[in-house]
């Protein structure tokens, strides 16, 4: 683990499992192609997997895990930024077509 949390793809697919496995979601949310009385079972063993993946990389790795963490936060923020600038630009363009 401490090899994988040592380079920047590593972190990224660890911090892929801790989302998809839906450690920060409750485990009664519905999933497609899960049948609702086996929603919370289905759930549950996907977030203890994601849970025990998240440990893991923090005790193999803990300065890699919060640079993992500065990364995702990071990512996001120059995601929405260039939403931002798109829908600036959008605005523009029509803005230019009216004159």
């Given at each position: 683990?401490?090899?994988?949390?040592?380079?920047?793809?590593?972190?990224r697919?660890?911090?892929?499992?801790?989302?998809r496995?839906?450690i920060y979601k409750?485990?009664?949310?519905?999933?497609?192609g899960?049948r609702?009385?086996?929603?919370?079972?289905?759930?549950?063993?996907?977030?203890?997997?994601?849970?025990w993946?998240?440990?893991?990389?923090?005790?193999a790795?803990?300065?890699?895990?919060?640079?993992?963490?500065?990364?995702?936060?990071?990512?996001?923020?120059?995601?929405?930024?260039?939403?931002?600038v798109d829908?600036?630009?959008?605005?523009?363009?029509?803005?230019?077509?009216?004159?």
């Amino acid at each position: 683990m401490f090899a994988v949390m040592s380079t920047e793809p590593g972190r990224r697919v660890i911090r892929r499992i801790i989302v998809r496995g839906g450690i920060y979601k409750s485990v009664f949310r519905q999933r497609e192609g899960v049948r609702p009385e086996d929603t919370p079972v289905f759930n549950g063993a996907q977030r203890d997997f994601a849970q025990w993946v998240h440990d893991e990389a923090m005790e193999a790795h803990p300065l890699g895990f919060e640079k993992m963490n500065l990364e995702a936060r990071l990512a996001k923020a120059l995601e929405e930024r260039a939403d931002l600038v798109d829908e600036g630009t959008a605005e523009e363009d029509e803005g230019n077509d009216n004159a």
